[in-house]
C-alpha cells in the first residue's frame, strides 16, 4: 500500500470536514427547523436548558470527532475521507472502544445540533443518517477492510463492538 502525502491527507480532512462538520449539520438545520414549524412539532427541552444540553453533545461528538481523525492520521497513515483511506488497521484510541467511534462522534454532535435549534426533526434525521451509515458500513466499508486487512480485521471486528463501546473489559 502506498503512502499517502501530506497534502493528500490535509486535503482529505478538509473536504471531509467540510462536508460532515459544515455541511450536513447546516441542512440538517434548515430542513429540520422548515419541518417542525409545517408539522407544528414541539420544542424538544425547554429553553435555555437546550443550549446546555447542546453544547455538552456537540463538544463530547466534536472531540471524539477529533480523537478518530487524529489516530487514523498518526497510526492508519490516513483520513477517515474513503479517496484517502488508512494504511494500517487502527484498532487502539477510540477505536479500542468501538469499531466506528468517528460515526458515533458525528451523530452526537448531530444531536447536538438538534438540541441547540431545539428540534425534534433534527433528531429523527440525525437517527436516519445513523441507520444509512450503519448499512453503508456493514455492506461496504466492512467488505473492504476484511479484503484490506483480511484476518487481523477480522479478530478486530470480533473483539470490539460495532457503535456502543462496552463499558468493561471482555476476555
Known amino acids: 500500500m502506498s503512502e499517502y502525502s501530506k497534502k493528500q491527507k490535509v486535503v482529505g480532512l478538509i473536504f471531509g470536514g467540510l462536508i460532515f462538520l459544515v455541511g450536513v449539520p447546516s441542512i440538517l438545520a ?45 497510526i492508519g497513515k490516513g483520513t477517515p475521507v474513503p479517496v484517502v483511506p488508512t494504511q494500517r488497521l487502527v484498532t487502539t484510541g477510540p477505536y479500542a472502544l468501538c469499531r466506528n467511534p468517528m460515526l458515533l462522534g458525528t451523530v ?19 437517527a436516519l443518517f445513523l441507520l444509512c451509515s450503519a448499512v453503508y458500513i456493514k455492506l461496504v466499508e466492512e467488505k473492504e477492510l476484511e479484503a484490506r486487512f483480511g484476518k ?17 473489559k471482555v476476555k
Open 30 to 74: 434548515v430542513i429540520s427547523t422548515s419541518s417542525d414549524k409545517k408539522l407544528n412539532l414541539p420544542h424538544l427541552i425547554p429553553e435555555p436548558f437546550n443550549l446546555v444540553v447542546a453544547v455538552i453533545f456537540i463538544t463530547l461528538g466534536l472531540l471524539l470527532v477529533a480523537w478518530s481523525g487524529f489516530v487514523q492520521l498518526r
Open 108 to 126: 452526537i454532535y448531530y444531536l447536538g445540533i438538534g438540541f441547540w435549534i431545539n428540534s425534534l426533526s433534527a433528531v429523527i434525521l440525525t
Open 152 to 168: 487481523e480485521y477480522e479478530e478486530y471486528k470480533r473483539k470490539v463492538p460495532f457503535l456502543i463501546p462496552r463499558l468493561r
